[in-house]
């Protein structure tokens, strides 16, 4: 029975984590090919937002590959991928100032912001030695770290977890701004940007959920192995 239910999970796992990347990409592919009415591509977008939030020192850069958009708290630069950069769609617009919602964010100080930075260090080291731990304990039969592995596993997890307020804030405060600068026009195109940012959103909220199952998988492997 244990046995069914462990690939069950990882089966469960694999179809959330699909149809999240599935959902924000469709979503992606769906609306970046309806142009805004102002015809202001995601570069000027985020840029506006960041002046009118007298947010001058932070940077918009180009930055290669497809849905690579992120800010660098570090050099306070927002980075879009070149179909944002140059695009004039709604998908740019909204994953713009999505991302300018975190610079936003950072400027306010906002509180699981600055939380998510300090626990870098930590998800990063337990990513490396989560995953070592786990192989080396089902190689060699050390349970003691396979259960290392799992603790890695939920400081994972306490990040995703972290995580979440950040990306959901960021896609508030981008609406916000899009409809106060008036970057999509109010009615349809704002409900596109609202439906854009939303799809972005899921793949965290499936992020916490696989790493919940994976968990719980592991576990109950665990469990079994003891018996």
Known sequence: MDFFVIYGLTIISLIITLIAQGFVSGSYRRYKKISNSRGMNGCNAAKEILYKSGLSDVKVEEVSGVLADHYDPRDKTVRLSTDVYHG??????????????????????????????????VVNFSSYAGYFSILIGFMFGALSLVWLGILCEIAILGFQLVTLPVELNASKRALKKIKEYNLLEEGKEIRRGRRMLRAAAMTYVASVATTLIQILRLVLIVGRRND
């Open 88 to 121: 004039t769609s709604i998908a740019s617009i909204s994953v713009a100032a999505h991302e300018v919602g975190h610079a936003i964010q950072d400027k306010d100080g906002y509180f699981f912001m600055r939380l998510r930075a300090s626990l870098v260090p």
